[in-house]
């Protein structure tokens, strides 16, 4: 066994070499972390240590389950989430089967590019362009003034807060996350299109009975892991874009996290109580999408 293995590494080395920087990135930022965890279930103290510090079990879980302020960011998390999921995961498929209609490539290419572009902009650039749009002056403002609407700034009214920020981060991403549907596009086997048409088939009977077929592999396997991280919305966005008028809406687990356990306290361990609470919620969406997936259409990650 030991012989072969060798053998193995022999032969295969160069590819070893190059899958190891991505081993080394998850077990030294992924893996090693975990220990880390074991501090939710202290009252840490950095002087003290991780092992030093006392244990109290449960109270720092308790404390956030007990917050008044427990079910308004689980549900604005959830919310957030499942709008981003409903709204923002079908749009790159469409786009990327619309670009695959487009027989101009000039045009092609420009719709690409542009649709790529927000996504390598700073998002604290984003967040300020978001910000200035959407103010008593901003374009959009003047959109709404010219339709007979009233001029506001939209981000102080916590109603707007969801919808702007699903709608910005479907504009973000919508380019770059359809580059993984086009490239299962382009592997779709060409004679069932030439087949399709001899059987007199359109183009838009084309679309829906050999495109989007083609692509509920990929579709399954990512939905999977959408859902696996449906309770991991990161905080920087929505802490750029939110003020105390848009809490009700817009505070989540993350940014409430952050400005009560670290700007206003730095308590780790509720912190970590709230992440491994995070993450325990995850790993059960991400088990029971993957079993649904699996009883449904076949497709799944293991």
């Known amino acids: 066994m030991m012989q072969k293995l060798k053998k193995d590494l022999v032969q295969n080395k160069a590819i070893y070499l190059m899958v190891l920087p991505v081993v080394l990135y998850y077990f030294i930022f992924k893996y090693l972390p975990m ?23 449960f109270k720092n879980f308790a ?25 923002g995961f079908p749009a790159p498929i469409l786009l990327a089967i619309l670009l695959n209609e487009i027989r101009r490539k000039l045009f092609k290419s420009v719709v690409q590019t542009v649709t790529y ?15 200035d749009f959407t103010n008593r002056d901003g ?21 707007n807060f969801r919808s702007i920020y699903v709608a910005s981060g479907i504009w973000q991403e919508l380019g770059w996350s ?18 399709a048409r001899v059987d007199g088939a359109g183009r838009f009977r084309q679309m ?6 083609s692509l509920i592999p990929i579709i399954m396997i990512l939905l999977i892991l ?8 990161g905080f920087e966005k929505v802490i750029l874009l939110y003020n105390p008028n848009t809490y009700e809406t817009a505070d989540i687990i993350s940014s409430f996290v952050y400005r009560k356990g670290i700007a206003e306290g730095q308590n780790y361990s509720f912190t970590s109580a709230v992440g491994l609470f995070q993450a325990i919620i995850n790993f059960v969406l991400l088990i029971s999408a993957n079993w649904f997936s699996r009883r449904i259409s076949g497709n799944r990650l293991w």
């Open 208 to 213: 829906w009975s050999i495109t989007l077929p």
């Open 117 to 131: 572009l927000p996504h390598f902009v700073s998002l604290v650039v984003i967040c300020g362009l978001i910000l």
């Open 63 to 87: 404390d956030f389950f007990d917050s008044v302020y427990f079910w308004r960011v689980l549900r604005n998390t959830l919310l957030l989430s499942v709008y981003q999921l409903v709204f």
């Open 226 to 233: 959408r859902i696996g991280g449906l309770m991991d919305i």
């Open 139 to 159: 374009f959009i403002s003047t959109i709404i003034e010219f339709f007979g609407g009233e001029r506001t700034t939209l981000l102080g009214d916590a109603a």
């Open 35 to 57: 220990y880390g965890s074991i501090i939710a279930f202290k009252d840490y103290s950095i002087p003290k240590g991780i092992l030093g510090s006392p244990w109290i079990g």
């Open 178 to 195: 359809s580059i993984i549907f086009l490239a299962a596009i382009s592997g779709i086997n060409p004679d069932l299109y030439e087949a």
